[in-house]
């Protein structure tokens, strides 16, 4: 019987560990640098091109950060700001190096893929990293293209999460020919006109009458995702929002905006809140939605209605305009009634918490550690409890 209470505690101990190593296998690229001021210009780059968000969607990374000082100098060189992604992706490696890993390079050196090389805009071989031990226990790194010349050493681990994510201090930028090329920017979008002449003109021109267009389109370069409601029920809603003041009108208007590019399978693979450009840092003043993936379909909840993306007007990185079947009404601005009501009567947010946890950039809660806190309803959680049914069944 002892014996019998010894195994089960030990199988007890062991799913406990598998269950805690599922859990801190995920994690938040711009929450690790977030605890490092020095790497404050780096993690907001990281963001601005859209990187923060690959680089959390992948399970096994390398992440060589660099600090500010070295950050002003690539800034130095007024790149845009497309052509700073494919340098920054030539810093984010396809595979784990921890510091033990690169002291303890087979043969002294290796070649590994970078995220530039997995975009297909690097030419050739130029979107790989030579990593190479040297004299005194150095460690360079240098691309292909760069004839041997190691342009960064390793300064310092940052954060490791075996095997998941390294996130490592490079001493200065790993200079490349072939990233740091000019990249051309997309069409000039005139996103008035490109809401007016595919179904959503009434739209268009509230945001052109309350004149804050302008903060639309100064948010196109560096990334804007727009959900713009049809004419029919924008002229359905007008009642309403005429009865709001001017300022409920410009927030209502900016809670149509995200300020980042979300294409649709990005939007499909969320399930959380998300913040909008009338987000402001106030506790009551939240002026997020969650969105849904119901199969097929992208919803888009606020606690007073839910829409539905119906189409795309735009999806071309750095911009996406979609279609949705709604005015989104947020709940700061009108009552909280039952989801899908077309009858919410305007009046004051009921302020209710959506949750005690920090949102990442993909809508999931996370903790400061910069590990995701797993839904309850994930699929270790279930394993974990049918496991210790089986230990003490």
């Not at 007890?12 to 560990?17: A, E, H, R, S, T």
């Not at 598998?18 to 711009?30: G, K, R």
């Not at 267009?213 to 924008?234: A, Y």
Request: proline fraction near 3%.
């Amino acid at each position: 019987m002892m014996l019998s209470l010894e195994k089960s505690s030990i199988s007890l101990f062991l799913l406990l560990f598998l269950a805690i190593t599922t859990i801190s296998s995920a994690h938040n690229i711009s929450l690790i640098l977030a605890k490092h001021p020095e790497f404050s210009t780096f993690n907001r780059y990281l963001t601005l091109t859209h990187l923060a968000s690959e680089i959390n969607r992948r399970q096994t990374i390398t992440v060589c950060a660099v600090n500010n000082a070295a950050m002003g100098d690539l800034l130095d060189k007024h790149m845009s700001i497309y052509t700073l992604k494919n340098v920054l992706s030539l810093h984010v490696f396809a595979d784990y190096f921890g510091s033990k890993q690169l002291h303890r390079i087979t043969k002294g050196t290796t070649l590994t893929a970078t995220l530039f090389q997995a975009t297909g805009e690097a030419p050739g071989t130029s979107g790989y990293v030579n990593i190479t031990n040297m004299k005194g226990k150095k460690v360079g790194f240098a691309t292909e293209d760069n004839d041997g010349h190691f342009s960064s050493n390793f300064v310092k681990s940052i954060q490791e999460i075996p095997y998941n994510i390294s996130v490592i201090q490079l001493s200065n930028i790993i200079t490349s020919p072939a990233a740091e090329a000019p990249v051309a920017a997309p069409a000039d979008v005139d996103l008035i006109d490109l809401m007016s002449k595919k179904g959503c003109k009434e739209f268009a021109k509230l945001l052109q009458n309350t004149q804050i267009s302008k903060q639309f389109i100064d948010l196109m370069e560096n990334g804007l995702t727009v959900f713009c409601p049809i004419d029919k029920v924008v002229n359905n809603f007008l009642p309403k929002y005429k009865n709001l003041t001017k300022n409920g009108q410009i927030s209502l208007l900016l809670y149509h905006g995200i300020p980042d590019y979300h294409s649709l399978g990005m939007l499909r693979s969320k399930n959380g809140f998300i913040n909008t450009m009338a987000t402001t840092k106030g506790k009551n003043n939240k002026y997020d939605f969650s969105i849904k993936n119901d199969g097929d379909n992208v919803k888009l909840e606020t606690n007073v209605v839910t829409a539905k993306i119906t189409g795309t007007l735009l999806d071309e990185e750095p911009i996406a305009v979609y279609k949705i079947d709604k005015v989104l009404q947020p709940s700061e601005l009108f009552k909280s009634q039952s989801i899908n009501s077309d009858n919410s009567a305007m009046g004051p947010s009921s302020g209710a918490d959506n949750g005690d946890g920090d949102s990442n950039d993909d809508g999931e809660t996370t903790n400061n550690n910069g590990g995701m806190i797993m839904n309850v309803n994930g699929g270790w959680f279930v394993t974990f409890v049918l496991s210790i049914g089986l230990v003490f069944g």
